[in-house]
């Protein structure tokens, strides 16, 4: 990791509230938590060198064959795992966007070429790194067009980072419509859809022949124990994950629009739970900093995002009376 990311509460001794991962942090975890303290007799041993029996559960909860799916330490190693298995590959980055794409890429050596839409791929171009649902925007590339790039690319590998996809209601590529497609990797984000970001865990999907390749690169106990039973368990109860996403979504419009009301804060659209914002005065580390030590409340500072400036910070909506506390706070910060 060469840039920094967000959600660094250990910086802080005071935070109460935290938006700055992109995860909905109210999900009950108290049966997940009881399951691995049952587990916890587990760590004396090694676990499984490569994930094979979550990547058994997960197949059949998708549709798909096991071959088609790879589970990896948090979405960030496979974004490492591709970009090293692609080595030297020039590669197209649909900007703005998550920095550990370009990050990885540079690591391994690949040549960079930034787009803003996807009609600038370039013509050399034998790689293609997206998010989409895309952070920091939120928003969504229709599925018709990301499908027909698809195919107009052939001889492309497209890599879609689909680790927002369970916070938005747009339709977007299923992993066993992607799987069927000989040149598109998508990455899921287990950490993300369970709110379990402190136990790393994701995984890629794919046309086998491409996660062949990746497996090649893969260390061996990449996956801990406690992070494979923490999936199982996860996709055993997947009543204990649900929350109300039109409800999420209605509760972001309000409050984009409360925070435009501000008169001095841009609001991007966005289709998920996540919104960019811009300051049109001072710095978004300066209003971090106020609200992290002041309120013991928490944001991303996007400044670090490739084509984003000082003024960016971005928030993940929670409740209603979290997302007021906020609110009010950033008022404050501007009063000052």
Avoid at 274 to 279: A, D, S, V, Y
Wanted: charged residues 20%; negative net charge; aromatic residues 10%.
């Amino acid at each position: 990791m060469i840039k920094g990311h967000g959600d660094d509460t250990y910086k802080y001794s005071n935070i109460r509230l935290n938006f700055s991962s992109n995860v909905y942090s109210h999900f009950n975890h108290e049966g997940l938590f009881a399951y691995l303290a049952s587990r916890l007799n587990k760590v004396e041993s090694y676990p499984e060198p490569v994930p094979m029996s979550l990547e058994k559960e997960l197949a059949i909860e998708l549709g798909l064959k096991e071959e088609n799916v790879c589970v990896t330490n948090g979405a960030t190693e496979a974004i490492y795992l591709i970009a090293q298995a692609f080595r030297h590959n020039k590669t197209a980055i649909l900007m703005p966007t998550f920095s550990e794409y370009k990050d990885a890429c540079t690591l391994h050596e690949h040549t960079l070429y930034p787009i803003y839409s996807l009609q600038q791929i370039p013509q050399q171009a034998e790689m293609v790194w997206l998010c989409n649902p895309n952070n920091p925007t939120g928003t969504v590339l229709p599925k018709d067009d990301l499908t027909r790039t698809f195919g107009n690319h052939p001889k492309t590998v497209f890599v879609v980072d689909a680790s927002y996809a369970p916070f938005t209601e747009k339709a977007v590529v299923k992993s066993n419509e992607a799987a069927e497609m000989p040149n598109v990797l998508m990455l899921h984000s287990m950490t993300k859809e369970f709110s379990i970001p402190g136990l790393r865990l994701g995984y890629i999907t794919g046309e086998e022949q491409l996660l062949t390749q990746i497996r090649l690169q893969r260390m061996p106990w990449s996956v801990n124990q406690l992070a494979i039973d923490a999936g199982h368990y996860a996709l055993r109860h997947p009543e204990e994950f649900q929350f109300d996403l039109y409800a999420l979504m209605q509760e972001r419009q309000r409050v984009a629009e409360c925070l435009t009301r501000l008169g001095c804060i841009d609001v991007w659209p966005s289709d998920t739970h996540i919104l960019l914002c811009r300051l049109r005065f001072g710095n978004s580390a300066d209003l971090k900093d106020f609200l992290a030590v002041e309120k013991g409340i928490l944001i991303r500072d996007a400044s670090n995002f490739d084509a984003l400036g000082p003024d960016f910070f971005r928030i993940a909506i929670q409740t209603a009376k979290e997302n007021d506390e906020l609110i009010k706070a950033i008022e404050e910060w501007i009063c000052m």
